[in-house]
């Protein structure tokens, strides 16, 4: 039993169960008391399903049971027998293994004897369970309960809920088995999507179970691979670039895409604030042709407004996106606008899936996240989630804004732990080191002076060393020369000096030969000793 | 075997057609619906001929038709309890459904009766 509201889908469940059951070579009666044979054709063939051509193949049938409450008069008892001789006839006119009744209730707004009609729809399910016919019958929910005429009780073996929730004016379908026999079922509300059928997103994954890479991945920005344990990312990882308006956060993820794609790998790029015209544009300013990888068909490019539809419809669409293209990275920017179609939890929940999901398909994952400027981290609180967390920071400084880049986390690898600046330049983007101050870091144009002044400073301590290099050999050329002198001086001294000794000495000999001579008159001459006797 | 058939009891050609001819006047045109001939079917065919013997003696016809044997009819005056009568004739097309056990019910459903006040007045 499929019961829900209004619009919510029942007709196609039923209208896919025999559509899904001819392609497996089951054939299938569809009872209709609402719409006529056309009319549901025409229906299904806006899902892509050819009722007719199913009908000439023998594959189904349609009987289609008018009931018109002003043509019908009450008048004594009696049965649906009719009904079951129609039923039995569509049935063995194609061999029926699967039987679609849409909707039972009806006959309960159409005759009047409830008794009757309870009786006789308990007999048809019987009917049909002792022909082995697996039935999906719909049913209109009621306002406290499943359905409006109670019908579930008389479904024992399996009852599908479906509903529609609105939030913030995005309608969410979503689905949920109430009971199922004999299986061990999800007891959740699955949201799904109708586009070409029904496509269900289970809403939580059970286990984490994924198989993780050891396979790197380049990020397209070479030192920032270096930051990376000199490597880059891992393969089928989760990657966030958060950060500030206009702190580049679109630029590092088209990077991934283009080393994505430079490798010869598909990448999907679901834009969610920027036409995919824009964005070529946008990157093609910054050096990066990525015209080449859509024209290769190495790149798709989805713009949508996160407004749309609901998450759940995103999540779907995502999920059918990546199924069609299989691309090796998958790059939402930025996941922060999803937040109009939904409330943090919301959206926290469906990143969650579609991680998890993504993962299990090895499908590297980067999202960009607009965050307040002080703010370190989301609004939406993934953090958990992500295994490698880029953050990109607006640095205003001496007048002006650069940008720093750094790792927040980078699980399972040895990561920098240095702040980088982010230069985007027409040919690309590189990480710079910044210059640590005691103020703090120094990018930018401040920066550059900085530099400049140690190098002056450098140079004036080099002419410093110089200059006093010059003075120390002046003075010891100084010195040397006053040594020179001075050694001169002595020598004239000491030449002086020795000339007087020696002058001196020779007196000394010159008197000493006079006493000599007159003492050796005296001895020789008394007569004479008296007349020379005033000289001695 | 149309010897034994419930449908035949009070009429002669029994089981496919019961008709009276008379062309000057209006001509009533029944059909009804049965599986088999279970106590209900044969019941109301009793009483559908009680009743057109009563109101429309001589220009009505009905026409019997077994889905069990004929199936592929039911699907064209969208059949789906058992028993029916249908006034194919004259229109709008009335859909009468059970045994035809309530008389009164019958008559007003088909617009036996006549809804001018002065013919109301006569019955």
């Known amino acids: ?536 | 075997m149309n010897g034994d058939s419930p449908f035949r009891t009070k009429t002669p050609r029994p089981f496919s057609r019961v008709s009276t001819e008379d062309d000057n006047v209006e001509r009533w045109n029944l059909r009804l619906y049965v599986a088999g001939e279970t106590p209900k079917c044969v019941q109301a065919f009793q009483h559908l001929k009680q009743i057109c013997e009563q109101h429309l003696q001589g220009r009505y016809s009905i026409e019997v038709i077994d889905l069990l044997k004929n199936p592929t009819l039911a699907q064209g005056d969208q059949i789906i309890a058992i028993p029916t009568l249908v006034r194919k004739l004259p229109p709008p097309v009335k859909k009468i459904i059970g045994d035809l056990t309530n008389t009164e019910r019958v008559v007003v459903g088909l617009n036996l009766v006549p809804i001018k006040p002065e013919n109301r007045r006569a019955t």
């Open chain 1, 1 to 536: 039993m499929v019961c829900g509201g209004p619009g919510c889908g029942k007709t196609i469940f039923a209208i896919e169960f025999l559509v899904r059951g001819a392609e497996l070579g089951e054939p299938g009666v569809f009872i209709s008391f609402e719409e006529s044979a056309h009319d549901l054709a025409r229906n299904a063939a806006s899902l892509g399903f050819d009722l007719e051509r199913l009908v000439e193949q023998r594959l189904l049938a349609v009987d289609y049971v008018h009931l018109d409450p002003a043509e019908i008069e009450e008048a004594g008892g009696y049965s649906l027998d009719g009904l079951f001789v129609r039923l039995t006839h569509a049935l063995d006119s194609v061999g029926a293994k699967r039987v679609a009744i849409d909707t039972l209730e009806v006959l309960f707004g159409t005759l009047q004897d409830d008794f009757v009609v309870r009786a006789e729809t308990q007999r048809l399910f019987r009917f049909l369970k002792d022909r082995g016919i697996t039935a999906v019958v719909t049913a209109e929910a009621g306002i406290d309960s499943l359905t409006r005429q109670g019908l579930e009780e008389y479904v024992s073996d399996c009852v599908v809920s479906l509903g529609q929730k609105v939030y913030d004016q995005s309608a969410t379908r979503y689905l949920r088995i109430v009971k199922y026999r004999g299986s061990s079922h999800g007891t959740n509300e699955y949201p799904f999507l109708i586009d070409s059928g029904f496509s269900v997103v289970p809403a939580t994954s059970f286990q984490l179970d994924y198989q993780v890479s050891e396979e790197r991945v380049s990020s397209g920005i070479s030192s920032l691979d270096g930051m990376l344990g000199g490597k880059g990312f891992y393969r089928a990882s989760t990657i966030m670039v958060s950060g500030a308006a206009g702190s580049g956060k679109s630029i590092v993820a088209a990077h991934l895409a283009n080393a994505t794609c430079e490798q010869g790998d598909r990448c999907l790029l679901l834009a969610f604030e920027e036409s995919s015209s824009q964005i070529v544009r946008n990157m093609r300013s910054v050096g990066l042709n990525l015209t080449k990888w859509l024209d290769q068909g190495l790149l798709q490019l989805r713009a949508t407004r996160p407004s749309l539809y609901g998450l759940e419809m995103h999540l779907v669409t995502i999920h059918k996106a990546v199924s069609d293209f299989r691309p090796r990275t998958v790059i939402l920017d930025p996941i922060s606008s999803l937040l109009s179609g939904g409330s943090a939890y919301q959206v926290k929940n469906m990143l969650m899936r579609l991680f998890d999901w993504l993962k299990t398909q090895h499908v590297t994952a980067l999202v960009t996240c607009l965050t307040p400027v002080s703010q370190e981290g989301t609004d939406i609180g993934i953090s958990s989630l992500i295994d490698t967390w880029i953050e990109v920071r607006d640095l205003e400084v001496a007048g002006e804004r650069n940008r720093a880049l750094y790792l927040l986390k980078s699980r399972g690898m040895s990561h920098s732990n240095q702040v980088r600046e982010l230069i985007i330049s027409d040919n690309g983007v590189s990480l710079a080191d910044v210059f640590f101050t005691g103020d703090g870091v120094l990018v930018g144009s401040a920066k550059s002076t900085e530099l400049l002044r140690r190098s002056r400073e450098e140079h004036e301590r080099a002419a410093d060393a110089a200059r006093s290099e010059r003075l120390l050999e002046l003075r010891r050329e100084t010195l040397e020369a006053q040594i020179t002198a001075m050694r001169a001086e002595y020598a004239t001294h000491a030449e002086e000096v020795q000339r007087r000794i020696r002058s001196t000495r020779e007196a000394a000999d010159a008197a000493r030969l006079d006493q000599a001579s007159v003492a050796q008159l005296r001895t020789d001459s008394g007569s004479r000793a008296n007349s020379n006797g005033g000289r001695a």
